[in-house]
């Protein structure tokens, strides 16, 4: 008895630690928290679940499975994009104290990266995360991809030629971050166009995800007055009776999650450069809030 105890222990332990590391990965490949899961969870059962005697570096082993899953699905996913209605974001995911506890959350990328990313196929990206993300050579890509070392190389400088230089730099989420979120709810509550002018960048941009479930904006809005007169919007008749919202960070982004009845209906993520806001990610896509903490 106290032998099989044991053993479940270490198997719990294991299967835990191999959550955490491999999630990332799936995660990064397809934007997708729901579909990351399913990805990890399956490539470990099959891994617990037969023989792992021809296994001679189960990390390797696992995260080329797990690489080369999320590649498939993300071509599932694209595919169905298609017929997408509106802009489709990724699924946002809280990098505080959420995912699997003791995930490694500093390999989940920042979300206006992620959203940079749908620029690429699929193997562009896994080429382009394993080398930047996780530091992987190219002779390591090439064989997770099953592919030569020069191609690996050609995917990524492609790959990297399609996002720059769109790619900011940002910020460590701080005490700072929260004061100009909650001055800028107040602004845009109190109807107040020239303070919430101050606090966007002239060029801010707003991009929203309703899914098929959900009513939103399709197409992406630009400039202080229509991003101010959205927002308004959303803060008032599009506010409902009751509901709250909490600061969070999302995808190491500052972010704002609404709820109403202890249900998540949404959540903005904001990329901000010094004291202004650039851009404005909104999900109300209800099948994407399973990454934040409910």
């Known amino acids: 008895m106290e032998t099989?105890?044991?053993?479940?222990?270490?198997?719990?332990?294991?299967?835990?630690?191999?959550?955490?590391?491999?999630?990332?990965?799936?995660?990064?490949?397809?934007?997708?928290?729901?579909?990351?899961?399913?990805?990890?969870?399956?490539?470990?059962?099959q891994h617990f679940l037969n023989s792992r005697d021809?296994?001679?570096?189960?990390?390797?082993?696992?995260?080329r499975s797990v690489i080369n899953r999320a590649i498939n699905q993300k071509n599932l996913l694209r595919n169905k994009m298609e017929q997408y209605p509106g802009r489709w974001l990724p699924a946002?995911?809280?990098?505080?104290?959420?995912?699997?506890?003791?995930?490694?959350?500093?390999?989940?990328?920042?979300?206006?990266?992620l959203v940079l990313l749908e620029r690429l196929n699929?193997?562009?990206?896994?080429?382009?995360?394993?080398?930047?993300?996780?530091?992987?050579?190219?002779?390591?890509?090439?064989?997770?991809?099953?592919?030569?070392?020069?191609h690996s190389r050609q995917l990524f400088k492609r790959g990297k030629k399609k996002i720059m230089p769109s790619v900011?730099?940002?910020?460590?989420?701080?005490?700072?971050?929260?004061?100009?979120?909650?001055?800028?709810?107040?602004?845009?509550?109190?109807?107040?166009?020239?303070?919430?002018?101050?606090l966007l960048a002239q060029d801010v941009q707003c991009v929203s995800d309703g899914g098929p479930k959900v009513s939103a904006a399709r197409k992406m809005l630009a400039g202080q007055d229509r991003v101010f007169k959205?927002?308004?919007?959303?803060?008032?008749?599009?506010?409902?009776?009751?509901?709250?919202?909490t600061f969070s960070v999302v995808n190491h982004l500052p972010a704002l999650v609404f709820k109403l009845n202890g249900k998540i209906f949404r959540c903005i993520v904001f990329e901000m450069d010094g004291h202004v806001v650039r851009k404005i990610f909104i999900i109300v896509n209800p099948d994407k809030f399973q990454g934040l903490d409910d």
Request: glycine share 4%; proline share 3%; no cysteine.
């Open 4 to 45: 099989d105890r044991l053993e479940r222990q270490t198997l719990e332990t294991e299967l835990h630690h191999y959550q955490a590391m491999l999630m990332p990965f799936a995660y990064n490949v397809t934007g997708d928290f729901m579909a990351a899961e399913d990805i990890v969870q399956d490539v470990l059962n």
């Open 54 to 63: 021809h296994i001679e570096n189960p990390d390797h082993y696992l995260i």
């Open 92 to 113: 946002p995911v809280t990098t505080e104290e959420g995912i699997y506890a003791g995930a490694d959350r500093a390999r989940i990328l920042h979300y206006s990266l």
């Open 122 to 150: 699929p193997k562009e990206r896994a080429v382009f995360i394993l080398k930047e993300t996780f530091d992987f050579t190219h002779e390591e890509i090439a064989e997770i991809l099953n592919i030569n070392t020069e």
């Open 168 to 198: 900011v730099r940002v910020d460590k989420v701080n005490e700072e971050s929260q004061q100009l979120l909650q001055q800028l709810a107040d602004a845009i509550s109190a109807a107040d166009i020239e303070k919430t002018k101050r």
């Open 230 to 245: 959205f927002l308004r919007a959303i803060y008032g008749k599009y506010f409902p009776i009751g509901a709250t919202s």
